[in-house]
């Protein structure tokens, strides 16, 4: 039911701006995060935000050069990304789930799933 879109090829240094869409479904009483996979390594939380509230939450190898924000009546979430380094190539998910206890560092927080966009940053 999510769909990413944004992704692409930058130089080191540029920006990106990634959007996640529902298809069918609704944002409304649910909190959403990006997450991101490299080759060969763990599914890593970049950023998360609350339904109705401007309390946002990032992984701390982004603080400070992305910012997540929503759109619930368009049931829209993204990611702008500035600052790109190599380091933040991989392929981005976009996730929604229901509010809970659960921390929202973790996937199991959420319970839909995006196919991901991929994001490369080289020269």
């Known amino acids: 039911q999510l769909v990413e879109s944004g992704g692409g090829r930058v130089q080191p240094g540029g920006s990106l701006r990634l959007a996640c869409r529902t298809s069918?479904?609704?944002?409304?009483?649910?909190?959403v995060a990006w997450f991101r996979q490299a080759p060969e390594k763990e599914r890593e939380f970049v950023a998360s935000?609350?339904?109705?509230?401007?309390?946002?939450v990032y992984g701390d190898a982004v603080k400070g050069r992305f910012t997540i924000s929503r759109d619930d009546a368009g049931n829209m979430v993204y990611l702008q990304m500035d600052k790109l380094e190599p380091e933040d190539t991989a392929l981005y998910y976009c996730?929604?789930?229901?509010?809970?206890?659960?921390?929202?560092?973790?996937?199991?927080?959420?319970?839909?799933w995006g196919r991901g966009t991929q994001v490369t940053v080289s020269y």
């Open positions: 996730a929604s789930g229901q509010i809970s206890t659960v921390p929202v560092r973790s996937p199991r927080a959420y319970s839909d």
């Open positions: 069918g479904g609704t944002l409304r009483m649910r909190k």
């Open positions: 935000a609350w339904w109705n509230s401007d309390a946002t």
